[in-house]
């Protein structure tokens, strides 16, 4: 059993095809699908989209939509969390790639709406998905401070060093792998591969993006993920359907499905 634990197929890009694209996932093996829905306009539609079978549902507000959203988004958002197939908080996080870097201002914005989110995961006991880009150590430093609370949670397609995988790892948290880790350029990713217990990684696609090698350049699906699972297998020198097996484990446990 396949889980794809990240992904966004309520995106227009699969608008024409959406039904073919979740039969060819399951025609891979792919038997439960995470789709995150990470602004407010979009929970409604993957609540309703979560009562297909095999989708389960994140539900949050993005960095970068921390000039879009109102207080009384977080007061819903912690309403529709207890829906019973919505697994997780996500994603959430920082993202400092597209911010003006002179205002310190935004940085702050996003990460007061992060820790907004944050106590919420754990209020409702729910894991956080969360997305950091260009944020590691801002990132760690509030995770820290949060420590004692016993957040827990998957950074989504971790993009960090070792010595940052390794402090995640030290904190509780799980790491996502997507298709970057089949680029000729991504031997970091693959060390920290090499190097995290594979009971610490969860397989994940984020559709439509991040395509893997093979199908770069080219619309990212659900059933691409076994170009990853195989990465990983290969790495972690398993088979894989024991890699399948072991991080669906991994899914299933933090996740509680
Ligand atoms: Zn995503």
């Not at 207890?82 to 993202?95: H, R, W, Y």
């Not at 402090?167 to 996502?176: C, T």
């Not at 920290?192 to 395509?211: A, G, N, Q, R, W």
Request: glycine fraction near 4%; charged fraction near 25%.
């Amino acid at each position: 059993m396949i889980i794809d634990t990240h992904a966004h197929l309520l995106d227009a890009k699969f608008d024409a095809d959406r039904q073919t694209v979740i039969q060819r996932a399951f025609d891979a093996g792919v038997r439960a699908i995470f789709e995150i829905a990470c602004e407010p306009k979009d929970w409604d539609a993957a609540l309703e989209f979560s009562k297909n079978d095999f989708i389960y549902t994140a539900l949050g507000i993005h960095p970068l939509e921390v000039k879009n959203y109102q207080a009384k988004d977080l007061a819903r958002l912690e309403t529709l969390l207890t829906s019973p197939k919505c697994i997780a908080v996500g994603e959430i996080g920082l993202d400092y790639h597209y911010i003006d870097h002179s205002s310190k201002l935004e940085k702050l914005d996003q990460l007061d709406l992060f820790a907004s989110q944050i106590a919420i995961s754990k209020k409702l006991k729910k894991p956080a998905i969360i997305h950091c880009r260009d944020a590691y150590q801002d990132m760690l430093d509030l995770l820290d401070s949060f420590a004692e609370y016993g957040v827990s949670g998957v950074i989504h397609c971790f993009s960090g060093n070792t010595c940052e995988a390794e402090k995640f790892l030290e904190m509780g948290f799980l790491l996502g792998i997507d298709g970057p880790l089949t680029y000729k350029n991504s031997n970091a990713l693959r060390d920290v591969v090499f190097k995290t217990d594979i009971s610490k990684l969860l397989i994940e696609t984020d559709c439509p993006y991040l395509p893997p090698q093979k199908y770069r350049g080219q619309r990212n699906e659900p059933s691409y993920i076994t170009e990853t699972l195989e990465a990983v297998a290969k790495i972690k020198k398993l088979s894989v359907e024991e890699t399948v097996r072991i991080t669906s484990e991994n899914a299933k446990k933090l996740f509680a499905i």
